[in-house]
């Protein structure tokens, strides 16, 4: 079936067993000509890790962990499509920013879809899916950060239900000034 037709994939959280997959997949995702927009790292810094880091990756968000889950769209019994992954950020706690988490939230993070499947609609499927979880696990809010020059994110984002929040976020690196937006889905 050409690859351009959706529904001809499966909607699933990995196991962590699947180490090297997520290490492909991952690695794929930093060659996007977008990648500095998109991820706080390098292909270079994560070629370089080694496979006990993919191991933990992994098994954070493989089905049967607590404060993560990892979802991918695949072709049943062959390639991953895309994936995204639902950070649980628990209220009373502090983010990665260092900004209080006032309610029990879901961060989406890592989001990639191969181009070939980009505009089939498999990325609101992997929304869908992390959407299903993230309530069913009594996640209150679910939020994302996405660079203001990646249009075509906002543009999948806003698909899945998410809107600006009106907060940016300080970008972590040498670039002074530059932030992030943030989106949120109220549940
Ligand atoms: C981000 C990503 C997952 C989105 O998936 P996708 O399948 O490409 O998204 P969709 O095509 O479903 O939705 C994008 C929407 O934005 C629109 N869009 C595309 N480029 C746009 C632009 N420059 N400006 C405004 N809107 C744009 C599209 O037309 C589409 O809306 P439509 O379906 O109403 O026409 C995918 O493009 C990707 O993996 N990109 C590289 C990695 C990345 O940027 N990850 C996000 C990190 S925050």
């Given at each position: 079936m050409s690859a351009s037709v959706p529904g001809d994939y499966v909607i699933r959280s990995i196991r962590a067993d699947e180490w090297p997959a997520v290490k492909e997949l991952r690695l794929r995702a930093l060659r996007d000509p977008l990648a500095h927009l998109a991820y706080l790292e390098t292909y270079d810094d994560a070629a370089a890790r080694p496979d006990s880091y993919w191991r933990e990756r992994a098994a954070l968000g493989a089905d049967g962990a607590a404060g993560a889950r990892q979802f991918v769209a695949e072709v049943p019994g062959g390639m991953w499509l895309g994936t995204l992954t639902v950070l649980v950020e628990d209220a009373g706690t502090k983010d990665w920013a260092g900004f209080p988490v006032e309610r029990r939230q879901g961060h989406v993070?890592?989001?990639?879809?191969?181009?070939?499947?980009?505009?089939?609609?498999?990325?609101?499927?992997?929304?869908?899916?992390?959407?299903?979880?993230?309530?069913?696990?009594?996640?209150?809010?679910?939020?994302?950060?996405?660079?203001?020059?990646?249009?075509?994110?906002?543009?999948?984002?806003?698909?899945?239900?998410?809107?600006?929040?009106?907060?940016?976020?300080?970008?972590?690196?040498?670039?002074?000034?530059?932030?992030?937006?943030?989106?949120?889905?109220?549940?």
């Open positions: 993070v890592g989001v990639f879809v191969r181009p070939e499947w980009r505009g089939s609609g498999l990325t609101k499927a992997l929304f869908d899916a992390g959407l299903e979880w993230a309530w069913a696990n009594g996640l209150e809010r679910m939020r994302l950060i996405v660079h203001p020059d990646n249009e075509r994110a906002q543009g999948a984002y806003r698909k899945a239900g998410f809107a600006p929040s009106g907060r940016t976020v300080p970008l972590a690196g040498p670039g002074p000034g530059e932030v992030e937006l943030e989106f949120v889905l109220e549940r």
